[in-house]
């Protein structure tokens, strides 16, 4: 994908799970698992803005971290409640 | 027969500010495609060739005003993918015009995020406006090996001083850039990321096909994923991600550098692109 260079970066692959089941079969580069874990707050942050307000019955994001051999390193969830008051 | 000098292509490094490209002299009579059907620039053609295209879909520009445009972009040279053109803190005495290749305007903040604030594909200069406004307060990066012109500043003002209705075309194209730039804040600020990206890929399209370098909608588009989330300033977890929702809705496809648009109506519904800001139109100016 792209011009992607040469890189000795290990490669982890995010599938999503929400209005959508994405199923990642690109991936991503990162450094380390502490890296994966910065990216993903803003990718939830990011996804939130686009689909909670445009899907009111979706209640959560979820995305599930596989790395290179396809093993799950890593889940990450985000939920979006409301609650009337009395 | 005509010859001319062209750079050849060489491994990009991403050290140094110039490349190790070498030059070579190149007949224009070597069965190169016709310029509607290839996907970069011909290296046989002059280096201003792009830069008329894109003046000439906007107005007329006579014979003179070519003569005068061709005679200011000379000697172009090589630099490599992911070096510096133009760097922040800069007080250049040329502006840059790209002759083949993808720039970007950048800037960097202090703890390293990077936000990219322009794109640059052939036929644009990539800094007009540092003939006034001096110091670069942002810099321009070279996305793959770019041939550039540097046109010396003086020769740009002497221009504004005897050519009007050209000085007026150049001044054109720094407003198109704004027009980019508030189509970006606005996608930004206020479009889902699908249609944010989708709206990105219309735009990089409508301009390489004004200087006929998309031919059946498809192009080159040398940037990395990360590169794609420094320009639309999402993460590029979800860059990633409206990639493949985008590639899922067959809009487009994207495999080594190549851009192919599949549906383009599709992909300007997702966009809710209007290609107005771009001011395609042939009119006095």
Redesign the interface.
């Known amino acids: ?5 040469l890189s000795q970066m290990p490669k982890y692959f ?1 599938d ?1 799970h929400d209005v ?1 089941d ?1 199923v ?5 580069e990162f450094p380390d698992l502490q890296a994966v874990r910065r ?2 707050a ?2 939830m942050a ?2 939130a803005v ?1 689909l909670f307000p ?1 899907n009111p019955s979706l209640r959560e994001l979820s ?1 599930e971290v596989r790395d290179e051999a396809r093993m799950v390193v890593l889940r990450a969830y985000l939920t979006f409640r409301t609650e009337s008051g009395s | 027969m005509p010859t001319r000098l062209v750079c050849s292509s060489s491994a990009t490094n991403h050290d140094g500010r110039l490349s190790s490209c070498s030059w070579v002299h190149m007949t224009s009579h070597s069965g190169h495609l016709l310029p509607s059907h290839r996907l970069t620039v011909d290296p046989t053609q002059h280096p201003a060739s792009s830069l008329i295209l894109k003046l000439r879909r906007r107005d007329e520009v006579s014979a003179d005003e070519e003569r005068v445009i061709k005679e200011l972009v000379q000697a172009p040279v090589c630099i490599a993918g992911g070096a510096d053109i133009v760097s922040e803190g800069d007080r250049p005495i040329s502006s840059t015009l790209l002759v083949e290749g993808f720039a970007a305007r950048y800037k960097v903040l202090p703890h390293g995020g990077r936000q990219m604030t322009a794109l640059h594909v052939p036929g644009d200069f990539v800094d007009l406006h540092s003939l006034l406004l001096k110091e670069m307060d942002h810099g321009v990066l070279a996305l793959n090996e770019c041939r550039i012109v540097k046109v010396p500043h003086a020769l740009l003002r002497r221009l504004t001083e005897t050519h009007a209705h050209l000085s007026r075309l150049f001044w054109l194209l720094t407003l198109v850039d704004g027009a980019i730039h508030r189509e970006w804040v606005v996608g930004m600020g206020r479009r889902s990321a699908k249609s944010h990206m989708a709206n990105l890929f219309c735009e990089i399209y409508s301009l390489l096909e004004v200087v006929h370098l998309a031919p059946d909608f498809e192009f080159m588009l040398p940037v990395t994923q990360n590169d794609l989330a420094d320009i639309l300033g999402l993460s590029s977890v979800h860059v990633n991600r409206v990639l493949q929702e985008l590639r899922a809705s067959e809009l487009v496809s994207w495999v080594g550098g190549k851009m192919k648009i599949l549906d383009w109506a599709g992909l300007r519904d997702a966009a809710e692109f209007d290609s107005t800001y771009l001011q395609l139109q042939r009119e006095p100016r």
């Open positions: 994908l792209g011009a992607e260079g995010f999503a959508y994405l990642d079969e690109v991936g991503v990216e993903l803003r990718t990011e996804t686009d445009a995305i």
